[in-house]
């Protein structure tokens, strides 16, 4: 080992800055981004964040596609909660198309967006857990992910990319028996958060590396533009949801949590009690839902039904202009906003009243927190990086696209 | 006189006897339609163009009424939409579920209707009827009896611009059927401009069936270059292949239409094609890179004066013409110049077809002046008054240049080319951008559709590059930039450039033109 250290003349250790290029192969960065760490000694003097090692050209891709076909390219944004995604970029076409889908499907969106939600909220914390040691409390939040997996493919037959929605509705109402299968679901993933917290809330080890660790004033992550759980730990309770409400948000009794600090054990607390909010919204939804079409009556933006297309010339030329030529959006432009997983998902679109989009622009909530990621992390300790880097859940699929 | 109405509310003044249908597009009001071609009589049977009218307690067929003064016309009621759907569920009540494998689907009218003005669904209970298919109604045409809605459009073009009135309607009601009359054969030289007419897939080209699905294709601007009529058409290609040519509307040349050698004429696009520089080594064919060629090019022609006659074809465009011009100018100074040219044929009649089988002989005109032809070649090279050959364009024969030396740069392998001692690759005007005059002087462009086939040259370029390889620079970078040098030097050119040519391209000398004289007009521009 001795080689390896710079000795001085004095016969001292180097105390100049050290400079650590920290990923993107390192396991805590997700291999999806890189930072070059100077440190002094074990602290964090400076950190530059490199994003970019996932970009797929997604907004440029989008350009080249029928609106429709943008569909599968928004599953894998955020990929942890690719249902809230569907839900933002169906709600932007629709705002530019001037449509709104049926009371039924916003209530189904609204289900699978919230379930969505809790996935992506039992991933970031069982990820950040497992990178601190806590390799249990990771495999409780997986099984929960688990089951709503399960249930999900039972309503969009995927586990992973979904593409559920539609433009004007949706893929398929929810099965049968979903209400029994989500009971029971439910009923298993609240005792998984339920050991979840009992396994972290007050554990030592846990506390000492999460609590006063990469911290951040409200004003500060607002002038960052930060959103979702990263800012609401800061104290700010801004929630799209809640502040602009969309769909049916406005008929729903929850409560936006929020933290004091901004630290990292804020922002645990906080994405457990979203969890919470989320069940509270899906159980108002379930209980408030009527049945009746979730999609609209509009030719012009959904497919026949398949015995149509296959049995009848009229639902042969539907399907065929719908499929070549693309849904027909008038031309215009429009931001559409939702609370997705980790903040505001934006959608910026621009039609030219042709069947592709002439510019589909995102505005993930990631690419925020990493403008502003190294101010969590400069003045604490080096192995403080791998918990606050866990705790904003950055998802380089949203942020590079 | 004008005639006075209203479309939609909208105030519109047209000419007397001018149709509603007509009218309301001019007025930017779409009115759906299938057996109303602007080339053809109107005999109002789709009923897809009903409006309602003021004038009339009933909607009236818009392709066939002409505008009454100080009527209100309406395109667009609730009542015209449900018309609409109620006549789209008519013509679809038996058309067969045929899209998938039908090769109009995705420039079919029909599909294009149904989406815009119905989208109702089916209420037909019981089977569809059933009519002949795939059925051949000439070696160059398939006509499927099902899909056929009998607009009548390919009916009457045999009948008015045609004039050979081989097709009919047989049977009554949804028996109906396209038929040839009984005696007849369906042979014009137009019949295939049937299939673009054709609104539906029920009459398709034989050659073209099943080959390529319509929306891989890209299409360019092009001119046929047959005969001396240079009608604009479209060029289709998919994966560097040229797939077919449509007619595409000029007004000043072809209307809609385009004769079948024309329209198949793609088919020998790559007949025989020279693809790479050969030079004859004694008395064996090399292959050569473009430089050594062109270096034997140099040896053969520098310094030799009168005794070289340059060849222009009368296939050549514009561009590559001027090019030779500036050749003989410069860098051949002294050299004679002759034109040759295709055979002429004897198929010429009133409507499209000339007997003049050169896109481009007003362009050799127009630029080098009347020249001696390939009879006077033949006695010069007898003669020995002209020992060496630069012959531009492979339409020159061997007996013509028996004898000499000769250098050819040609599209094709003719037996003449083959024999060269030098032979140049050059595109064919699929393959770059250029223009042709036709024989009434209109100058139209053609764009490059397909990438260049083998180590073709474009005709302009080529010439560039002999020049250059002969100590002068003829100063051409690009196909444009040759039009616009021509511009400069041709008054008859004055002021054309590929973009100015536009879509229908300009008359020989409307660049002069530089102030109409004013005379007071009636409408507004």
């Known amino acids: 080992m001795s080689e390896i250290l710079i000795e001085t003349e004095s016969g001292d250790l180097d105390s100049a800055p050290m400079n650590l290029q920290m990923g993107p192969s390192h396991p805590a960065m997700h291999g999806t981004i890189k930072m070059r760490v100077k440190?002094?000694?074990?602290?964090?003097?400076?950190?530059?964040v490199e994003v970019g090692y996932l970009h797929r050209g997604f907004e440029k891709s989008c350009e080249s596609v029928t609106w429709s076909q943008v569909m599968p390219y928004t599953d894998r944004l955020n990929y942890v909660s690719p249902l809230c995604n569907n839900v933002g970029y169906c709600m932007a076409v629709e705002k530019l198309i001037g449509v709104r889908a049926t009371e039924r499907c916003e209530y189904v969106r609204t289900i699978m967006a919230e379930s969505s939600r809790i996935c992506d909220h039992l991933t970031c914390v069982g990820a950040s857990a497992m990178e601190l040691g806590g390799f249990t409390a990771f495999l409780y939040a997986i099984e929960a992910r688990e089951e709503l997996w399960r249930l999900t493919e039972t309503v969009t037959g995927a586990r992973l990319t979904h593409s559920y929605c539609r433009i004007g509705g949706l893929k398929d109402d929810l099965p049968v028996d979903f209400v029994p299968n989500y009971r029971v679901v439910e009923k298993k993933v609240r005792s998984l958060v339920a050991d979840m917290h009992a396994l972290l809330d007050r554990n030592r080890i846990f506390l000492d590396r999460m609590k006063d660790v990469g911290s951040m004033t409200a004003e500060r992550a607002l002038q960052w533009g930060f959103t979702g759980p990263v800012l609401r730990s800061t104290g700010s309770d801004y929630d799209v949801r809640k502040a602009s409400p969309y769909m049916l948000y406005d008929?729903?009794?929850?409560?936006?949590?929020?933290?004091?600090?901004?630290?990292?054990?804020?922002?645990?607390l906080v994405r457990m009690e979203e969890i919470e909010q989320s069940f509270r919204i899906i159980d108002q939804c379930l209980k408030q839902m009527k049945p009746g079409p979730v999609n609209l009556e509009d030719g012009r933006l959904l497919l026949p039904p398949k015995d149509e297309v296959y049995g009848s010339i009229e639902g042969t030329i539907a399907h065929f202009k719908i499929i070549m030529d693309g849904i027909q959006v008038p031309p215009g432009e429009v931001y559409s906003y939702t609370e997705a997983g980790n903040g505001e998902l934006g959608f910026y679109l621009v039609s030219t009243g042709e069947g592709r989009p002439y510019k589909c622009r995102v505005r993930p909530p990631c690419w925020s927190l990493m403008q502003g990621l190294h101010e969590l992390l400069e003045g604490y300790q080096i192995a403080d990086i791998v918990p606050t880097f866990g705790s904003v859940n950055m998802i380089g699929g949203e942020c590079d696209r | 006189m004008g005639v006075n109405c209203k479309i939609n509310g909208q105030p519109v003044t047209v000419e007397n006897g001018t149709s509603v249908l007509e009218a309301a597009r001019g007025a930017g009001f779409e009115v759906p339609h299938f057996c109303w071609h602007p080339g053809l009589s109107r005999p109002a049977n789709c009923r897809m163009c009903l409006v309602d009218a003021s004038n009339s307690p009933k909607p009236i067929p818009s392709c066939y009424i002409g505008v009454a003064e100080g009527v209100d016309y309406t395109t667009d009621s609730e009542h015209v939409r449900e018309l609409r759907r109620a006549i789209l569920e008519f013509i679809l009540l038996n058309h067969p579920i045929d899209c998938a494998i039908c090769d109009q689907a995705g420039e079919c009218e029909l599909q294009n209707n149904y989406f815009d003005y119905s989208l109702q669904s089916s209420r037909l209970a019981t089977d569809k009827n059933h009519k002949p298919k795939a059925v051949a109604l000439s070696d160059k045409i398939t006509f499927d009896g099902e899909r056929c809605i009998v607009c009548t459009r390919c009916v009457r073009f045999c009948d008015e611009v045609a004039k050979t009135s081989?097709?009919?309607?047989?049977?009554?009601?949804?028996?109906?059927?396209?038929?040839?009359?009984?005696?007849?054969?369906?042979?014009?030289?137009?019949?295939?401009?049937?299939?673009?007419?054709?609104?539906?897939?029920?009459?398709t080209s034989t050659d073209f069936r099943f080959k390529c699905r319509?929306?891989?294709?890209?299409?360019?601007?092009?001119?046929?270059?047959?005969?001396?009529?240079?009608?604009?058409?479209?060029?289709?290609?998919?994966?560097?292949?040229?797939?077919?040519?449509?007619?595409?509307?000029?007004?000043?040349?072809?209307?809609?239409?385009?004769?079948?050698?024309?329209?198949?004429?793609?088919?020998?696009?790559?007949?025989?094609?020279?693809l790479?520089?050969?030079?004859?080594?004694?008395?064996?064919?090399?292959?050569?890179?473009?430089?050594?060629?062109?270096?034997?090019?140099?040896?053969?022609?520098?310094?030799?004066?009168?005794?070289?006659?340059?060849?222009?074809?009368?296939?050549?465009?514009?561009?590559?013409?001027?090019?030779?011009?500036?050749?003989?100018?410069?860098?051949?100074?002294?050299?004679?110049?002759?034109?040759?040219?295709?055979?002429?044929?004897?198929?010429?009649?009133?409507?499209?077809?000339?007997?003049?089988?050169?896109?481009?002989?007003?362009g050799v005109e127009v630029l080098?002046?009347?020249?001696?032809?390939?009879?006077?070649?033949?006695?010069?090279?007898?003669?020995?008054?002209?020992?060496h050959v630069l012959a531009l364009g492979g339409t020159f024969s061997a007996d013509d240049v028996q004898g000499a030396t000769v250098i050819a740069a040609s599209v094709h392998a003719t037996d003449a080319v083959r024999a060269a001692e030098v032979v140049l690759p050059l595109q064919s005007h699929a393959e770059h951008d250029g223009s042709f005059t036709n024989f009434a002087g209109q100058v139209q462009r053609f764009q490059a559709g397909i990438a260049p086939v083998g180590e073709a040259v474009a005709g302009w370029e080529l010439v560039s590059r002999i020049a250059r390889a002969l100590g002068h620079d003829l100063q051409l970078s690009s196909a444009g930039g040759a039009l616009k040098a021509l511009a400069k030097e041709q008054p008859d050119f004055t002021g054309f450039t590929h973009i100015s040519l536009g879509a229908t391209g300009r008359k020989l000398g409307s660049g002069l033109v530089v102030e109409a004289p004013a005379e007071p007009t009636a409408t507004a521009p």
């Open chain 1, 39 to 48: 440190l002094d000694g074990e602290i964090v003097q400076k950190t530059e």
């Open chain 1, 251 to 268: 008929r729903f009794d929850f409560e936006v949590p929020v933290g004091s600090k901004g630290d990292n054990y804020d922002r645990y």
């Open chain 2, 166 to 203: 081989e097709l009919g309607v047989k049977n009554r009601g949804e028996r109906s059927e396209i038929a040839v009359f009984p005696g007849k054969t369906l042979t014009n030289p137009y019949s295939m401009n049937i299939v673009d007419l054709c609104p539906v897939g029920a009459l």
């Open chain 2, 214 to 274: 319509v929306w891989f294709m890209s299409t360019v601007e092009s001119v046929c270059d047959q005969c001396s009529r240079g009608c604009a058409i479209y060029l289709d290609h998919h994966k560097g292949e040229v797939m077919r040519y449509r007619p595409r509307e000029n007004r000043q040349v072809n209307d809609w239409w385009v004769c079948d050698n024309g329209r198949m004429s793609y088919t020998t696009l790559h007949d025989e094609r020279v």
């Open chain 2, 276 to 362: 790479a520089p050969v030079v004859r080594d004694g008395a064996k064919p090399t292959r050569a890179t473009l430089d050594a060629a062109l270096e034997r090019v140099k040896v053969l022609l520098a310094g030799r004066g009168d005794k070289v006659a340059v060849v222009v074809s009368a296939t050549l465009d514009n561009e590559a013409l001027f090019a030779a011009r500036r050749l003989v100018d410069q860098a051949l100074k002294g050299a004679r110049v002759f034109v040759s040219a295709r055979a002429d044929g004897t198929d010429q009649d009133d409507i499209l077809l000339r007997n003049d089988k050169n896109p481009n002989r007003k």
């Open chain 2, 368 to 387: 080098f002046g009347v020249l001696p032809d390939t009879a006077a070649l033949r006695a010069a090279v007898a003669d020995g008054d002209v020992t």
